[in-house]
T-cell receptor, first 114, second 109 residues
Framework: DSGVTQTPKHLITATGQRVTLRCSPR?????VYWYQQSLDQGLQFLIQ???????AKGNILERFSAQQFPDLHSELNLSSLELGDSALYFC?????????????FGPGTRLTVL | EDQVTQSPEALRLQEGESSSLNCSYT??????LFWYRQDPGKGPEFLFT???AGEEKEKERLKATLTKKESFLHITAPKPEDSATYLC??????????FGSGTKLNVKP
């Protein structure tokens, strides 16, 4: 158990809908990262937050947004969902904003868009 | 574009048969090279971080090494429980992370 929690575990929704994925980092970790893992694309870095502020952006679509709250939990919002958004979404946390500390991954949320 | 490439895509070994996994990366702007293990349906589990050419790190049957353009994950006398997908990731300037597509390792008893 990495100490990172993600909810829900599974999510099934329809095209055009909007969903919110939630992540609680390990106790004491200030950085949260979001990743998308699909069969054809592998693990893709989406975005990083550090202590409430956006720190780095990867291949995140404009339909997707994220935020980190004062209690350090983070939410990833996915809107106007398409079939291709079906994937495993992972959250990871680390103690600082840099890569000196390894990232600890949560169990993931499996999103299915029908 | 920054890129991380892993080979082979899949590797089948007999228990006790040592081998190496390869990860090649774009050199410019590298800030760290990471190895993770991922079991089916689970999040990646951190193994090692390497920062400079010549650096080596070991953990049980695994040893990670870094050269100027490649990293290797050496597996010595593997056991069936080492079966997993091994992911290599690179961090570049501005905290951008790129993962390779992984090597799926299957160790037969």
């Amino acid at each position: 158990d990495s100490g990172v929690t993600q909810t829900p575990k599974h999510l099934i929704t329809a095209t055009g809908q909007r969903v919110t994925l939630r992540c609680s980092p390990r106790s004491g970790d200030l950085s949260v990262y979001w990743y998308q893992q699909s069969l054809d694309q592998g693990l893709q870095f989406l975005i990083q937050y550090y202590n409430g502020e956006e720190r780095a952006k990867g291949n995140i679509l404009e339909r997707f947004s994220a935020q980190q709250f004062p209690d350090l939990h983070s939410e990833l919002n996915l809107s106007s969902l398409e079939l291709g958004d079906s994937a495993l979404y992972f959250c990871a946390s680390s103690a600082t904003s840099g890569s000196a500390n390894e990232q600890f991954f949560g169990p993931g949320t499996r999103l299915t868009v029908l | 574009e920054d890129q991380v490439t892993q080979s082979p895509e899949a590797l089948r070994l007999q228990e006790g048969e040592s081998s190496s996994l390869n990860c090649s990366y774009t050199v410019s702007g590298l800030r760290g090279l990471f190895w993770y293990r991922q079991d089916p349906g689970k999040g990646p589990e951190f193994l090692f971080t390497l920062y400079s050419a010549g650096e080596e790190k070991e953990k049980e049957r695994l040893k990670a090494t870094l050269t100027k353009k490649e990293s290797f994950l050496h597996i010595t006398a593997p056991k069936p429980e080492d079966s997993a997908t091994y992911l290599c990731a690179a961090r570049y300037n501005f905290n951008k992370f790129y993962f390779g597509s992984g090597t799926k390792l299957n160790v037969k008893p």
